[in-house]
């Protein structure tokens, strides 16, 4: 059960989506168009802060109201969900836990006041084995050296500042990862084309190049070392994130399908009076249901410091999945207007949610997490 602070949240949050968003959502995915105008709304009403104390500008609100905010937005707008989801739980989460005093005034002030973040993880050669990364940054007198480059990276078009890994060894066999904050206004610092996706089209996705990069020592993000760690940490809080993702995008598709069976007439009646339609709603409407509550109940064991790894892992495994089927379902519930591009939002959800089985660790890698997590908890009982 929400509580009330947290009902109200979602009726505030899902208006503004219905206003602002849902209105230009079909163009920004038709476009591959950067939602630029709704980066002021979206700060003014927190979306860009929601993890940020107020003493750094932010409106910090709880880990379930977060969850509501990325389901309803992407609800409506898969694209915004993953900027708005990429900016706070990948750029700014990180500065927050790991940051020191002066790295979360610098950086978090500036995101609060509606700049994005980004996060560099994944590289050319370390997709899911983000530990191979080959990006190197090493220590000179009064500054690191940066040399590499990463891929994939959410809103890199866009953002002041990317947290990323990188090596600070030169040596091939050791994996000492550390973590920094790299300033797009650097020299050396560069972003490359954008990628043109199949899904997930208003938002910007692209390289990130570092070239003879020099990079202030009071950038470094955490101990030396600590790198991996974070990103770990960090993808723990991500993983929920893009739960809540998918289940905005599974709750868009079912809203899209239970409004069209309960319209469309076929042999002189809706075809929402079949069984066979009200089968295929029906278990939609399950599964996101519980989607839902795993995703709550990972969030809740963020706010109480509890170990979550394993049920961040789940609920974004389970909804992803939830979430690919209730796309593809909805399509078929409309039939072939399901299948032209424009008219209703099914097809580009379906297009859309694949990226939630790939992105912060793709199923397979959620499985690894989950059954490693499974061992563990074993522990000496063996
Ligand atoms: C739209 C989009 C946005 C993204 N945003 C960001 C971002 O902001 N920052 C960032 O750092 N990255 C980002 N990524 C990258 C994303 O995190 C990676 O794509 C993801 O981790 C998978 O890596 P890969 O694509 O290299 O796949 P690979 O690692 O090459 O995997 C290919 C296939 O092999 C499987 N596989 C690999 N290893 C194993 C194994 N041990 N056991 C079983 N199966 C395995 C995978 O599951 C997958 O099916 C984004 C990606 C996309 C598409």
Redesign the pocket.
């Known amino acids: 059960m929400l509580e009330k602070h947290q009902l109200e949240y979602r009726e505030k949050i899902r208006a503004f989506a219905l206003e602002k968003i849902e209105p230009v959502a079909r163009t920004l995915d038709d476009d591959q168009r950067f939602l630029n105008e709704h980066i002021k709304p979206m700060t003014d009403i927190g979306l860009l802060s929601m993890l940020i104390p107020e003493k750094y500008g932010g409106q910090p609100i709880d880990t379930v109201c977060y969850s509501i905010a990325v389901e309803e937005i992407s609800r409506v707008c898969g694209s915004s969900g993953?900027t708005v989801a990429?900016h706070n739980s990948?750029g700014c989460y990180p500065v927050l836990r790991f940051g020191t005093d002066a790295q979360k005034e610098k950086y978090l002030t500036r995101a609060a006041q509606g700049e994005l973040m980004?996060?560099?993880?994944?590289e050319a050669d370390a997709?899911?084995?983000?530990g191979g990364t080959r990006t190197v940054a090493l220590k000179k007198d009064d500054h690191w050296l940066v040399n590499g480059s990463?891929?994939?990276?959410?809103?890199a078009t866009k953002a002041f500042a990317t947290v990323a890994t990188t090596k600070t060894t030169e040596d091939p066999n050791d994996r000492e990862i550390t973590a920094f904050i790299f300033d797009k206004d650097w020299d050396g610092y560069s972003v490359g084309k954008k990628?043109n996706?199949m899904g997930?089209r208003g938002?910007d996705?692209a390289f990130l190049h570092f070239d003879d990069m020099k990079a202030p020592l009071e950038n470094q993000l955490a101990e030396i070392g600590q790198g991996f760690k974070v990103a770990m940490i960090t993808l723990d809080g991500g993983r929920v994130s893009i739960g809540a993702m998918a289940l905005g995008l599974a709750q868009g598709a079912l809203d899209c399908a239970v409004k069209y069976a309960a319209t469309r007439k076929q042999f002189g009646k809706p075809i929402a009076s079949n069984q066979m339609i009200q089968k295929k709603l029906a278990d939609m409407a399950t599964e996101i249901q519980a989607a839902r509550l795993m995703i709550y109940e990972a969030s809740q064991m963020k706010d109480a410091k509890i170990q979550f790894s394993k049920q961040s892992a789940m609920c974004k495994l389970f909804a992803s999945e939830v979430a690919t089927r209730a796309a593809a379902t909805a399509i078929g519930v409309l039939g072939a207007v399901g299948y032209r591009t424009g008219d209703y939002p099914a097809e580009r959800i379906w297009r859309d949610v694949k990226?939630c089985e790939?992105?912060?660790?793709?199923?397979?890698?959620q499985r690894?997490v989950i059954s490693r997590e499974l061992v563990k908890e074993l522990g000496d009982k063996i």
């Not at 980004?118 to 994944?122: D, T």
């Not at 790939?358 to 890698?365: H, N, R």
């Open positions: 993953i990429a990948l980004a996060f560099g993880l994944s997709g899911s084995d983000a990463k891929c994939w990276i959410t809103s990628e996706k997930l938002s996705t990226l790939i992105g912060e660790g793709t199923s397979e890698i690894l």
